[in-house]
């Protein structure tokens, strides 16, 4: 356990500070290998939090985050597991980096958080404790609400006590809504029947990267006859046994830098046109959450049509307008779907899925890494000597520039420009959410 103190300034108005002890251990492999593992990635910050401007105080924030490292769901732990199989039935294997195979022995769990993964949301508490310590006091803390999915609502619990933990127990937030899966749900992304799948387009890159690993691996180990889709389970095996061992995994050696970077451009074809610009139905499963985060911004009922759920919302109780801070707790597909309705990281053209596009800034590691977080900022700024609302986003503390409402250079918005801005969503998707039925 490392323990730093942290001093932050970020209100503008006053000096918070806290003792920040992280519990999530080092991984012991170097940070880009672990950005080659896309949606797998560990958080990591993707810029320095840049203090609000002068003049400027944060007086609301809005949290979304994914939740921690997990094992794989079944049906991709079925796949891992049936590919590791295949390997250790070699006849023979000719290279010494393979020897470990086989004795491994593939005991992974299914689903739920890791270890790491619960430290990392646990860390992430105390972090946003220390940074808007100044937002909150006993009548005054964070809401918090969670998507009904285990791996979901133990992050937001152990985010919870991270927070309370970072303020001595003085602040302790709790749990206040759990959102079922089965009905309308704003922080998951089953809503829509008729979205596309992205497995076709990931197909042609896999048809691209894959081949001559497969064939690499075929010449290492003798009759194990492994198969482009095998190579994709036991890259992805990288990332899984690393975060649930917390110790570098001997899978992630097999591959080279490049093949790495292979893969990571497959994590960001499967969000990119599975829920964002490349699938015509992917961003609309985000107009929910805006048009909520809208209502928080502005103090005003939620207007929305797509997958908010009326009665959640329409309760002060289960959805109050009066609060400092919010945290919602979600998985990345829905990130990807609420990024891209909001209008961030529009890419120039949509990513080849047969030439590794170099020039994207579409990086899952930076978007949806295991813990990710949004966070919008509300803040009162004193501009030519006249009071404002304005709006700021960060996306794992990478300040977004948000050029669709105005923001120059500063990341700042009026808050009136940020709402005019949001036009699809507050336009419930523009017809798109309709096509979910069709």
Same mark, same amino acid.
């Given at each position: 356990?490392?323990?730093?103190?942290?001093?932050?300034?970020?209100?503008g &108005?006053?000096?918070a500070?806290?003792? +920040?002890?992280?519990?999530?251990?080092?991984?012991?492999?170097?940070?880009?290998?672990?950005?080659s593992?896309a949606q797998?990635?560990?958080?990591?910050?993707?810029?320095?939090?840049?203090l609000?401007?002068?003049?400027?105080?944060?007086?609301?924030? %809005? #949290?979304? $985050?994914?939740h921690?490292?997990?094992?794989?769901?079944?049906?991709?732990?079925k796949?891992?597991?049936?590919?590791?199989?295949?390997?250790?039935?070699?006849?023979?294997?000719?290279d010494?980096?393979?020897?470990?195979?086989?004795?491994?022995?593939?005991?992974?769990?299914?689903? %739920?958080?890791?270890?790491?993964?619960?430290? $990392?949301?646990?860390?992430?508490?105390? *972090? &946003?404790?220390?940074?808007?310590?100044?937002?909150?006091?006993?009548?005054?803390?964070?809401?918090?609400?969670?998507?009904?999915?285990?791996?979901?609502?133990?992050?937001?619990?152990?985010?919870?006590?991270g927070?309370?933990?970072?303020?001595? *127990?003085?602040?302790?937030?709790?749990?206040?809504?759990?959102?079922?899966q089965?009905?309308?749900?704003?922080? /998951? /992304?089953?809503? !829509?029947p $008729?979205?596309?799948?992205?497995?076709?387009?990931?197909k042609?890159?896999?048809?691209?990267?894959?081949?001559?690993?497969a064939?690499? +691996?075929?010449?290492?180990?003798?009759?194990?006859?492994?198969?482009?889709? /095998?190579?994709?389970?036991?890259?992805?095996?990288?990332p899984?046994?690393?975060?649930?061992?917390?110790?570098?995994?001997?899978w !992630?050696? #097999?591959?080279?830098?490049?093949?790495?970077?292979?893969?990571?451009?497959?994590?960001?074809?499967?969000?990119?046109?599975?829920?964002?610009?490349?699938?015509?139905?992917?961003?609309?499963?985000?107009?929910?959450?805006?048009?909520?985060?809208?209502a928080?911004?502005?103090?005003?009922?939620?207007?929305d049509?797509? $997958?908010?759920?009326?009665? #959640?919302?329409?309760?002060?109780?289960?959805?109050?307008?009066?609060?400092?801070?919010?945290?919602?707790?979600?998985?990345?597909?829905?990130?990807?779907? +609420?990024?891209?309705?909001?209008?961030?990281?529009?890419?120039?053209?949509?990513?080849?899925?047969k030439?590794?596009?170099?020039?994207?800034?579409?990086?899952?590691?930076?978007?949806?890494?295991f813990?990710?977080?949004?966070?919008?900022?509300k803040?009162? !700024?004193?501009?030519?000597?006249?009071?404002?609302?304005?709006?700021? +986003?960060?996306?794992? /503390?990478?300040?977004?520039?948000?050029?669709?409402?105005?923001?120059?250079?500063?990341?700042? !918005?009026?808050?009136n420009?940020?709402?005019?801005? *949001?036009?699809?969503?507050?336009?419930?998707?523009?017809?798109?959410?309709?096509?979910?039925?069709?």
């Amino acid at each position: 356990m490392v323990g730093t103190v942290a001093h932050f300034v970020a209100l503008g &108005h006053s000096l918070a500070a806290a003792t +920040i002890n992280n519990t999530a251990p080092p991984l012991g492999f170097p940070q880009a290998l672990q950005q080659s593992w896309a949606q797998y990635s560990p958080w990591f910050p993707a810029a320095t939090y840049e203090l609000p401007p002068a003049g400027c105080n944060v007086v609301q924030v %809005n #949290l979304l $985050q994914r939740h921690g490292a997990r094992y794989p769901e079944t049906a991709a732990g079925k796949a891992i597991k049936k590919s590791v199989k295949k390997l250790k039935g070699a006849k023979k294997f000719k290279d010494a980096s393979l020897e470990f195979v086989e004795d491994y022995k593939y005991a992974l769990g299914v689903d %739920n958080l890791v270890p790491f993964g619960a430290a $990392q949301s646990f860390d992430a508490g105390q *972090q &946003h404790f220390a940074r808007y310590a100044a937002l909150v006091n006993t009548d005054m803390l964070p809401f918090v609400r969670a998507s009904e999915s285990d791996r979901v609502i133990d992050s937001a619990r152990n985010w919870t006590a991270g927070f309370a933990h970072a303020s001595n *127990q003085q602040y302790a937030p709790e749990l206040s809504v759990i959102i079922p899966q089965s009905t309308n749900d704003t922080l /998951d /992304d089953k809503m !829509c029947p $008729q979205v596309g799948s992205s497995a076709h387009t990931t197909k042609k890159w896999i048809d691209v990267f894959a081949p001559a690993i497969a064939d690499r +691996i075929n010449a290492e180990a003798s009759g194990a006859k492994m198969k482009n889709a /095998d190579i994709v389970n036991l890259m992805s095996l990288c990332p899984f046994d690393t975060v649930a061992y917390e110790a570098p995994s001997p899978w !992630c050696n #097999l591959f080279t830098p490049d093949e790495w970077a292979s893969y990571e451009y497959y994590g960001d074809l499967i969000d990119y046109y599975g829920n964002g610009y490349g699938q015509k139905l992917g961003r609309v499963q985000g107009v929910g959450y805006v048009n909520e985060l809208l209502a928080r911004l502005t103090g005003q009922p939620v207007q929305d049509q797509t $997958q908010t759920n009326h009665t #959640l919302d329409s309760s002060p109780l289960t959805f109050p307008l009066d609060k400092t801070f919010y945290a919602d707790f979600s998985h990345d597909n829905q990130m990807i779907s +609420i990024y891209s309705a909001l209008g961030l990281f529009v890419q120039p053209r949509d990513l080849d899925p047969k030439h590794l596009d170099t020039e994207r800034t579409w990086f899952d590691s930076k978007m949806v890494p295991f813990s990710a977080r949004l966070i919008t900022e509300k803040l009162e !700024c004193s501009v030519d000597g006249r009071r404002g609302d304005y709006v700021r +986003i960060f996306v794992n /503390d990478a300040l977004q520039p948000l050029e669709f409402c105005g923001a120059a250079g500063n990341g700042l !918005c009026t808050l009136n420009n940020f709402v005019e801005s *949001q036009h699809y969503a507050r336009n419930n998707g523009e017809g798109d959410w309709a096509l979910c039925f069709e």
